[in-house]
């Protein structure tokens, strides 16, 4: 080596080691604290006493909370700099286009059509067909009211009552492939966001577009309260979670999660409960789940409780909420825990012999049902496997011919609709554990089970490429409906029980129905 060349070297790794010295001795006598091996806790924050400052005239809490108080305010002027200059650059920018727009079809009166049922279902016919390229999802509200098909260049919303698109999105899947929307409970609300941080909430009965501008970048996730009169927002970079007021279309509530969420860049699910009463936020880096009571998000008054899995590799596979939000079901590949709403385990994590697939709690919270895979005598079978919330046991075992790859219950959950990987399935009576009947006819995977409302019917669609529909009172089929067999099926039925929607990844959405 050159002389020049070795002594800058040597220069180089004197300089590097003497900066590593100063910085152990200022972080000795600043007394940093280590986190805890759990992690960051917002009840770790709690437990911080600051240090003394050797320059201060002041006392150690006031020097902080001053110093935190410059802070704070820095960020907020930074947000609201950063803020107009977005609203600015938007308000520049024309807006997208959203207009009612009519796609090919004939529409038709709803009494026109009966209830579908075992009786009049051969009579089953195509009352109307549209062609999309490039189905990416469907959806159809719970109320009935709306199917939304998204493709990869456009989002359609079709009133079903009426068969007609009253909303086309444009929708440039290539460049922001995550585009997020929400849509309210009484299906009158749709919220989007946008790359730019905007958000439009739509209302679909009026036509009002209504824009909320707060995020400087993007959006992960959304939602709006059942009630209608907040929507949740989570943004990419800023890191807060806000409440909208939609009357006033301002900011109730601001948050920055990123502390709480173990340093995580952002949340990537929101929620409200069904009394609109709570609001959760989750985030997978951290898999931790964050919950606030509405009420003191709003008037800053209490943090959010805190829900993580205590021990993880990797972010839990699925987590849901019991339908009266005070327990939440963690799975983590093969673990199984249950937690309450204030992040406190019940019981110890359940482990299963395969991954665990489909949980559902039941209608009134009290259990669990999900999918998974075990050793039944010298075979391995696929099981459908019921816990009781306040025992954790597990109290039912329904063994099946294959791999579980779709189960459903009847709308009284008295039944049970299982599906399997070699296309068999089988009806078992839930509040038994007997099996009902084996419905024979799919030869590859089930892919869709679902029942009619009033649960006379059972629709599938399989890998074999064929939809049919059987009776679940007699256990035989119906109707075989002439589908694309080179194509994955998406199947509905309208809350009325007066259609059967079939979407096909080949770019079609059927509405099947019954004339009177």
Known sequence: MYPIAQYALYKTLYVLLSLSLLTLAACAQLQIPTAPPGG??????????????????????????????????????????????????????????????????????????????????????????????????????????????TTSTKKIIYRTDALLAIRTYDNDYALNPFLVYAYSDDGTLVAMARPDGTIAVDNLETGEIQYLDGHPEGITALAISPDNRLVASLGVDDGNLILWDTISGQPAATFFTRFHFNYARTGNWVAFSPDSSKVAAYAVESSSILIWDVADLIGDAAPPAYLALSEHIAPPLSFLFSPDWQTVAWTEHDKLQFMD??????????????????????????????????????????????????????VQTLAGPDFVSEWAFSPDESEIAAGYANGRLYLWDYLTGQLRFELLGHTARIQT??????????????????????????GGELVALPINPDAGQWLAFTPDGKLLVVVSTDGRVVFYGVRE
């Open 40 to 149: 960051v806790t917002p009840e770790w924050y709690a437990s911080l006493t600051p240090s003394p400052r050797a320059s201060s005239t002041t006392t150690p809490d006031a020097a902080l909370t001053a110093d935190a108080a410059r802070f704070r305010e820095t960020v907020l002027a930074f947000q609201t700099q950063s803020a107009a200059e977005n609203a600015t650059e938007r308000a520049a920018t024309a807006r997208p286009t959203e207009t009612a727009t009519l796609l090919p079809g004939t529409p038709y009166p709803t009494p026109d059509l009966a209830v579908l049922s075992p009786a009049n279902i051969s009579r089953l016919e195509e009352i109307a067909a549209f062609t999309h390229p490039d189905i990416r999802i469907a959806y159809l509200h719970p109320s009935g009211l709306h199917l939304i098909i």
């Open 449 to 474: 089970a679902i029942y009619s409302p009033d649960g006379r019917m059972l629709a599938t669609a399989s890998e074999d490429g064929s939809v049919r529909l059987w009776g679940t009172s007699s």
């Open 341 to 394: 709403s204030l992040g406190n385990p019940l019981g110890e994590p359940i482990q299963h012999e395969d991954i665990i697939m489909l949980p559902q709690f039941t209608s009134d919270g009290t259990r669990l049902v999900l999918a998974n895979a075990e050793t039944i005598g010298a075979s391995y079978a696929g099981v459908l496997l019921t816990y009781e919330i306040a025992t954790q046991e597990r």
